[in-house]
Protein backbone atom coordinates (compact mmCIF):
# COMPACT_ATOMS: atom_id res chain seq x y z
CA UNK A 1 0.00 0.00 0.00
CA UNK A 2 1.11 3.68 -1.02
CA UNK A 3 2.03 6.02 1.89
CA UNK A 4 1.00 9.28 1.43
CA UNK A 5 1.97 12.49 3.00
CA UNK A 6 -0.32 15.15 3.14
CA UNK A 7 1.27 18.67 5.20
CA UNK A 8 -2.05 21.15 4.64
CA UNK A 9 -2.78 23.76 7.34
CA UNK A 10 -6.81 23.57 6.44
CA UNK A 11 -7.81 20.54 8.23
CA UNK A 12 -11.55 20.37 6.47
CA UNK A 13 -9.21 20.26 3.00
CA UNK A 14 -6.85 17.85 4.37
CA UNK A 15 -9.67 15.48 5.96
CA UNK A 16 -11.56 15.97 2.39
CA UNK A 17 -7.84 14.37 0.92
CA UNK A 18 -7.88 12.09 3.46
CA UNK A 19 -10.83 10.48 2.96
CA UNK A 20 -10.63 9.89 -0.92
CA UNK A 21 -7.39 8.87 -1.25
CA UNK A 22 -8.36 6.10 1.63
CA UNK A 23 -11.14 5.36 0.06
CA UNK A 24 -8.95 4.78 -3.16
CA UNK A 25 -6.42 2.69 -1.18
CA UNK A 26 -3.90 4.74 0.25
CA UNK A 27 -2.43 4.91 3.34
CA UNK A 28 -2.15 8.89 4.97
CA UNK A 29 -0.79 10.82 7.22
CA UNK A 30 -1.50 14.75 7.88
CA UNK A 31 0.56 17.51 9.49
CA UNK A 32 -0.91 20.79 9.61
CA UNK A 33 2.69 22.29 10.19
CA UNK A 34 5.31 22.77 8.24
CA UNK A 35 7.97 22.05 10.34
CA UNK A 36 6.25 18.67 11.61
CA UNK A 37 5.99 17.94 8.59
CA UNK A 38 9.50 18.11 7.68
CA UNK A 39 10.00 16.07 10.90
CA UNK A 40 7.72 13.22 9.76
CA UNK A 41 9.91 13.46 6.28
CA UNK A 42 12.86 12.78 7.69
CA UNK A 43 11.83 9.89 10.22
CA UNK A 44 9.52 8.25 8.05
CA UNK A 45 9.50 6.78 4.39
CA UNK A 46 6.56 7.97 2.05
CA UNK A 47 5.64 7.44 -1.49
CA UNK A 48 4.35 11.09 -2.30
CA UNK A 49 3.88 14.23 -0.91
CA UNK A 50 0.60 16.37 -1.17
CA UNK A 51 2.16 20.02 0.17
CA UNK A 52 0.41 23.29 0.73
CA UNK A 53 2.53 26.39 -0.16
CA UNK A 54 0.60 29.01 1.97
CA UNK A 55 1.74 26.85 5.87
CA UNK A 56 2.72 28.61 9.30
CA UNK A 57 5.91 28.11 10.27
CA UNK A 58 7.76 27.09 6.87
CA UNK A 59 6.09 27.52 4.07
CA UNK A 60 5.93 24.93 1.28
CA UNK A 61 8.74 26.14 -1.02
CA UNK A 62 11.05 26.36 1.96
CA UNK A 63 10.31 22.17 2.52
CA UNK A 64 10.98 22.09 -0.95
CA UNK A 65 14.17 23.55 -0.67
CA UNK A 66 15.23 21.25 2.12
CA UNK A 67 13.63 18.41 0.69
CA UNK A 68 15.41 18.37 -3.23
CA UNK A 69 18.51 16.64 -2.02
CA UNK A 70 17.23 14.37 0.81
CA UNK A 71 14.04 13.03 -0.51
CA UNK A 72 13.02 11.40 -4.03
CA UNK A 73 9.26 11.27 -4.02
CA UNK A 74 7.23 12.55 -6.27
CA UNK A 75 5.73 15.88 -4.43
CA UNK A 76 2.33 17.50 -5.43
CA UNK A 77 1.72 21.48 -4.77
CA UNK A 78 -1.67 22.48 -3.52
CA UNK A 79 -2.47 26.23 -2.91
CA UNK A 80 -5.40 28.94 -3.25
CA UNK A 81 -2.87 31.21 -4.78
CA UNK A 82 -3.55 31.54 -8.73
CA UNK A 83 -0.06 33.93 -9.44
CA UNK A 84 2.40 31.83 -12.06
CA UNK A 85 5.08 32.39 -9.88
CA UNK A 86 4.38 30.31 -7.11
CA UNK A 87 3.81 27.65 -9.60
CA UNK A 88 6.81 28.10 -11.32
CA UNK A 89 8.92 28.33 -7.82
CA UNK A 90 7.44 25.43 -6.93
CA UNK A 91 8.58 23.32 -10.35
CA UNK A 92 11.94 25.18 -10.19
CA UNK A 93 12.33 23.38 -6.86
CA UNK A 94 11.40 20.20 -7.75
CA UNK A 95 7.72 20.23 -7.31
CA UNK A 96 6.36 17.40 -10.08
CA UNK A 97 2.78 18.91 -10.27
CA UNK A 98 0.52 21.95 -9.56
CA UNK A 99 -2.98 21.77 -8.22
CA UNK A 100 -5.23 24.82 -7.64
CA UNK A 101 -7.78 25.40 -4.58
CA UNK A 102 -10.99 24.65 -5.27
CA UNK A 103 -10.28 21.44 -6.88
CA UNK A 104 -12.20 18.22 -7.39
CA UNK A 105 -11.21 15.61 -5.12
CA UNK A 106 -11.56 12.91 -7.93
CA UNK A 107 -9.05 14.75 -9.73
CA UNK A 108 -6.23 14.96 -6.88
CA UNK A 109 -6.76 11.36 -6.43
CA UNK A 110 -6.18 11.00 -10.50
CA UNK A 111 -3.37 12.99 -10.04
CA UNK A 112 -1.92 10.90 -7.43
CA UNK A 113 -2.23 8.04 -8.93
CA UNK A 114 -0.76 9.17 -12.66
CA UNK A 115 2.70 10.53 -10.19
CA UNK A 116 3.02 7.31 -8.18
CA UNK A 117 2.97 5.52 -11.44
CA UNK A 118 4.66 7.71 -13.74
CA UNK A 119 7.52 7.07 -10.66
CA UNK A 120 7.60 3.50 -10.79
CA UNK A 121 8.07 3.38 -14.38
CA UNK A 122 11.15 5.36 -14.11
CA UNK A 123 12.52 3.31 -11.21
CA UNK A 124 12.45 0.57 -13.38
CA UNK A 125 13.97 2.44 -16.51
CA UNK A 126 17.18 2.79 -13.81
CA UNK A 127 17.02 -0.55 -12.48
CA UNK A 128 16.48 -1.85 -16.50
CA UNK A 129 20.03 -0.02 -16.85
CA UNK A 130 19.60 3.46 -17.07
CA UNK A 131 22.49 4.32 -15.55
CA UNK A 132 24.84 1.74 -16.25
CA UNK A 133 28.16 1.97 -14.00
CA UNK A 134 29.72 5.27 -14.91
CA UNK A 135 27.61 5.79 -17.85
CA UNK A 136 23.69 7.48 -18.67
CA UNK A 137 22.13 5.36 -21.47
CA UNK A 138 18.64 6.46 -22.83
CA UNK A 139 17.35 6.43 -25.81
CA UNK A 140 20.57 6.10 -28.23
CA UNK A 141 22.05 8.70 -25.82
CA UNK A 142 25.07 7.52 -23.98
CA UNK A 143 26.98 9.70 -21.57
CA UNK A 144 30.36 8.58 -20.25
CA UNK A 145 31.28 10.11 -17.17
CA UNK A 146 34.99 9.68 -16.40
CA UNK A 147 35.73 9.61 -20.07
CA UNK A 148 33.88 12.85 -20.22
CA UNK A 149 32.36 11.06 -23.58
CA UNK A 150 29.11 11.59 -25.48
CA UNK A 151 27.66 9.22 -28.26
CA UNK A 152 24.35 9.63 -30.04
CA UNK A 153 23.45 6.38 -32.16
CA UNK A 154 26.90 5.47 -31.29
CA UNK A 155 28.16 8.50 -32.98
CA UNK A 156 30.65 10.58 -30.88
CA UNK A 157 29.92 14.23 -30.41
CA UNK A 158 31.86 16.57 -28.89
CA UNK A 159 30.56 19.10 -25.97
CA UNK A 160 32.81 21.90 -24.56
CA UNK A 161 33.10 21.33 -20.50
CA UNK A 162 30.24 23.35 -19.42
CA UNK A 163 27.84 21.88 -21.87
CA UNK A 164 28.76 18.27 -20.85
CA UNK A 165 28.54 19.34 -17.07
CA UNK A 166 25.18 20.74 -17.57
CA UNK A 167 23.98 18.13 -20.22
CA UNK A 168 25.27 15.59 -17.32
CA UNK A 169 23.68 17.29 -14.25
CA UNK A 170 20.00 17.13 -16.53
CA UNK A 171 20.71 13.44 -16.93
CA UNK A 172 21.39 12.36 -13.63
CA UNK A 173 18.41 14.17 -12.51
CA UNK A 174 15.15 13.11 -14.75
CA UNK A 175 12.37 14.14 -14.94
CA UNK A 176 13.02 17.25 -12.60
CA UNK A 177 12.36 20.86 -13.89
CA UNK A 178 15.36 23.01 -13.20
CA UNK A 179 15.09 26.77 -13.41
CA UNK A 180 18.02 28.71 -15.20
CA UNK A 181 18.89 30.27 -11.90
CA UNK A 182 19.44 26.95 -10.44
CA UNK A 183 21.28 25.09 -13.05
CA UNK A 184 23.58 28.09 -13.37
CA UNK A 185 23.80 27.63 -9.82
CA UNK A 186 24.70 24.14 -9.49
CA UNK A 187 26.47 23.45 -12.92
CA UNK A 188 28.93 27.29 -12.72
CA UNK A 189 29.21 27.75 -9.15
CA UNK A 190 31.81 29.57 -8.12
CA UNK A 191 32.75 30.58 -11.49
CA UNK A 192 29.39 31.70 -12.13
CA UNK A 193 30.70 35.50 -13.33
CA UNK A 194 27.56 36.25 -15.63
CA UNK A 195 24.07 35.93 -15.78
CA UNK A 196 21.46 32.92 -16.25
CA UNK A 197 20.89 33.20 -19.63
CA UNK A 198 24.29 31.89 -19.70
CA UNK A 199 21.97 28.08 -19.23
CA UNK A 200 19.76 29.26 -22.40
CA UNK A 201 22.47 29.84 -24.73
CA UNK A 202 24.55 26.18 -23.64
CA UNK A 203 21.24 24.15 -23.85
CA UNK A 204 21.01 25.41 -27.26
CA UNK A 205 24.41 24.58 -27.94
CA UNK A 206 23.89 20.70 -26.46
CA UNK A 207 20.46 20.38 -28.36
CA UNK A 208 22.17 21.11 -31.82
CA UNK A 209 24.45 18.45 -31.18
CA UNK A 210 22.56 15.58 -29.87
CA UNK A 211 18.83 15.90 -30.72
CA UNK A 212 18.20 14.89 -34.37
CA UNK A 213 15.74 17.91 -34.26
CA UNK A 214 16.69 20.74 -31.71
CA UNK A 215 13.33 22.42 -32.31
CA UNK A 216 11.54 19.30 -30.97
CA UNK A 217 13.73 17.61 -28.36
CA UNK A 218 13.79 14.36 -27.18
CA UNK A 219 16.01 14.84 -24.54
CA UNK A 220 16.20 18.33 -23.07
CA UNK A 221 12.64 19.51 -22.72
CA UNK A 222 11.69 22.85 -21.91
CA UNK A 223 9.17 23.36 -19.25
CA UNK A 224 7.79 26.99 -20.57
CA UNK A 225 7.69 29.71 -17.73
CA UNK A 226 9.72 27.43 -15.20
CA UNK A 227 13.02 25.59 -16.84
CA UNK A 228 14.37 23.11 -18.35
CA UNK A 229 14.05 18.82 -17.88
CA UNK A 230 16.14 15.87 -18.88
CA UNK A 231 12.97 13.68 -20.17
CA UNK A 232 13.39 10.16 -19.46
Known sequence: MHKILIIEDDASIAELQQDYLEVAGFQVSVCS???TGLQALAENEFDLLILDIMLPGLDGL???RRLKDDKDIPVLLVSAKKEEIDKIKGLSLGADDYITKPFSPGELVARVKAHLENYARLKTKFAAGYIKGNSVVIRGLKIEKDARRVFV???EVNLAQKEFELLLYLAQNPNRVFGREDLFERVWGLEA???ASTVTVHIARVRE???????NPQYVETVWGAGYRFRV
Open 33 to 35: EGR
Open 193 to 195: LGD
Open 62 to 64: EIL
Open 209 to 215: KIESDPS
Open 153 to 155: YGQ
